[in-house]
């Protein structure tokens, strides 16, 4: 056999050496490649030498440039764009979009070219096509100062319709005012504009270089985690998935919390993830029920330690077009941002301040405010308004007050500082008006808002009336908010528990129970445990918390004392106490919320503006119209039935 096939091959060889030079290739090619179109791939890398593919946005496609790319040094050069039609303008040009900008294309006026003139002529605003053509430059005074391609257009030479347009529910320019149902519901078209399309750009952008610092700057390993998981006690409320088991169901995870953790015991290490989470919170404004998150885990770290790795990782990542980010990050205590500014995630771009005037009024003849400070865990807090009393009309301080009642159910006291120094106030007469404006720092023209009562509750509503207060001057012209400016801060020392507002007896957790608790403070977890504080850090920007983590609970025995405290069945997390007891790592990490972040960076008044596909505040899909109903003969494989509302019914 070994000898025929060596005679052969022998033959094969002599008759391929009797053909003329190119031409045995050729017929080798012919005979055994299918033909000399077809590519020739030899065995031998010294004789493949492909073409590497054009690199750029216009790589591999029918265009040679994108319609925001031609500069006057393009002049002269033959050119093919690919886009949709922005306008037509009087039969003399059109102006051709994509994803980085506008060309206009010159429409030729030559009796010769009179078919290609009718064919632009007749193109419809938003259709697809191909245009060939030739770059030059405007005619002197018709360049268009603003627009990066305004000194060229190119002179069509060929078209190529690939679709028409119908006549859309709304056009795609950034002046035109659409309302959010609308956009949502067509948002295929939505996402045309350049501003969605520069927001979703900046997204990938951004995500990019993090992976590239957390991958190849730190050593991070990017690993995927289940969707389809179990119910996590305590949080938030989780979305069910039936399975084909009666009475069985999946959850979608908030997050890979789990997970993560369980990768460290796992020995991964150094874990991230650009995680898709999920919670069912209902109709919450710029909430979505799915959302994105920058997840990490490391192990054999401190919290300065993630707090390190966070700054450096949005310094490396920080768009370059934007205020350039300063690390460290300020520092604060829990208590203190409550103290100062009555909420956990202060907005620290402007300076008013909450002011404690108890001592003030601890000798008033008026008695809500004596009452307030004589009680144990109560007094008298304050905020001054800057211009407040000029500005405000009265239906602002009406509303202010309203806005009080609705918050917290509480009476705000108004005092206001007359151009020549002195109070107005209905209550001006038993005000000690020297000592207060020797407290407060107020000057004429300024407005303070004093709320009596416990201080639990007095400190939000003013951190929340601070924040009104802010949007009103804004909105009378006084700039107190710098909307270029990015003010990080990381807030520490959270409580580990908190009273549950239904039930004050019992106690859930701040963050979730997984967070450790400070070691100086661990021996008043049976005790007292309302005094512990957990290693539970928050990363606020802007008045916003873009990201929140902690140092985490490695022993078993640890973990179910928590869960214990927080009377949660153990039962539920016997998989991750029995990883934890299986030799755990010291870990801990934090998730940034991908969506938040995004929308601060671009000024988007909303998350949904760097979504590519949003729900609505109702948690609906107004473009694909879900959730849907589902038939009885489908859900009867889930072994589930719909108990429908009794007004349904009679529908």
């Known amino acids: 056999m070994a000898t025929r096939t060596r005679l052969a091959a022998q033959r094969l060889f002599r008759w391929v050496r009797t053909l003329p030079p190119r031409a045995s290739e050729a017929s080798v090619q012919g005979r055994f490649a299918g033909g000399p179109q077809d590519r020739h791939v030899s065995c031998s890398r010294a004789l493949y030498k492909p073409d590497a593919p054009p690199a750029g946005p216009s790589s591999l496609s029918f265009r040679s440039h994108t319609c925001g790319q031609l500069r006057s040094e393009h002049v002269g050069q033959k050119v093919t764009l690919c886009g949709w039609v922005q306008y037509l303008r009087q039969d003399l040009f059109v102006v051709l ?79 035109v005012k659409k309302s959010e149902s609308l956009r949502m519901q067509f948002r ?53 998935v039936p399975s084909r088991e009666p009475g069985r169901f999946y959850s979608l995870p908030q997050s890979p919390q789990q997970f993560k953790q369980l990768l460290m015991v796992a020995g991964i290490d150094r874990y991230f993830q650009i995680a898709r989470c999920y919670r069912d919170e209902g109709s919450k404004l710029d909430r979505q029920p799915e959302f994105t998150q920058v997840d990490i885990e490391m192990s054999f770290v401190d919290q300065a330690g993630i707090m390190s790795l966070v700054e450096g990782l949005l310094q490396y990542s920080w768009p370059a077009d934007r205020t350039a980010v300063q690390v460290p990050f300020p520092v604060m205590t829990y208590e203190e941002a409550m103290r ?3 909420v956990d995630k202060p907005d620290t771009r402007f300076s008013i301040k909450l002011m404690d005037l108890s001592e003030v009024f601890r000798s008033t003849e008026m008695t809500f405010l004596r009452s307030a400070v004589s009680q144990p865990g109560s007094s008298v807090q304050a905020i001054c308004v800057p211009r407040g009393a000029e500005l ?92 270029s400016a990015f003010h990080f801060l990381w807030v520490v020392n959270f409580p580990l528990f908190l009273s549950k507002e239904d039930r004050p007896e019992q106690l859930e957790s701040a963050h979730h129970p997984f967070t450790a608790p400070l070691p100086g403070d661990a021996h008043f977890l049976h005790t007292e445990p309302l005094k512990v504080c957990g290693q539970h850090y928050d990363l606020v920007l802007n008045g916003w918390e873009i990201g929140g983590g902690s140092i985490r609970i490695h022993k078993a025995s640890e973990q179910l004392q928590v869960l214990n405290i927080l009377q949660e069945n153990p039962d539920f997390l016997s998989h991750l106490l029995e990883a934890l007891d299986s030799g755990a790592p010291p870990h801990g990490g934090i998730a940034l919320g991908l969506d938040r972040l995004v929308s601060i960076m671009v000024g988007a008044p909303s998350i949904r503006d760097v979504i590519a596909f949003p729900k609505s505040f109702r948690g609906r899909d107004l473009m694909s119209h879900t959730p849907e109903f589902v038939s009885d003969q489908e859900l009867k494989s889930y072994h589930i039935s719909v108990n429908w509302p009794a007004e349904e019914e009679g529908k």
């Open 97 to 175: 979009r994509d994803f980085s900008g506008l060309t206009q294309v010159l429409i030729p006026q030559e009796e010769s070219a009179h078919r290609l003139k009718g064919l632009l002529c007749n193109l419809t605003v938003e259709s697809v096509v191909k245009v060939t053509g030739m770059v030059q430059r405007r005619p002197a005074g018709q360049q268009k100062e603003g627009m990066p391609t305004g000194e060229i257009e190119v002179l069509a030479e060929n078209l190529e319709v690939f679709n028409m347009c119908r006549k859309l529910p709304f056009e795609i320019k950034d002046f």
């Open 188 to 240: 295929y078209l939505d996402l045309r504009s350049s501003y969605m399309q520069k927001n979703l750009r900046l997204r990938s952008q951004l995500v990019m270089k993090m992976r590239e610092y957390l991958c190849n700057v730190h050593g991070f390993v990017d690993v995927e985690t289940p969707t389809l998981f179990k119910r996590t006690p305590g949080g938030a409320k989780e979305f069910v």
């Open 340 to 342: 100062d500014y009555g």
């Open 392 to 483: 405000f009309s009265g239906t602002d301080l009406e509303d202010l007050k309203q806005a009080a009642r609705t918050h917290s159910e509480q009476e705000l006291s108004l005092v206001l500082l007359r151009p020549d120094g002195t109070l107005k106030s209905p209550l001006r007469r038993l005000l000690p008006a020297e000592a207060l404006l020797r407290a407060t720092g107020a000057t004429p023209g300024d407005l303070l808002l004093i709320a009596a009562g416990s201080t639990q509750t007095v400190r939000p509503l003013l951190g929340h009336l601070r924040l009104k207060c802010a949007d009103l001057l804004e909105s009378l012209g006084v700039s107190l908010r710098d909307p």
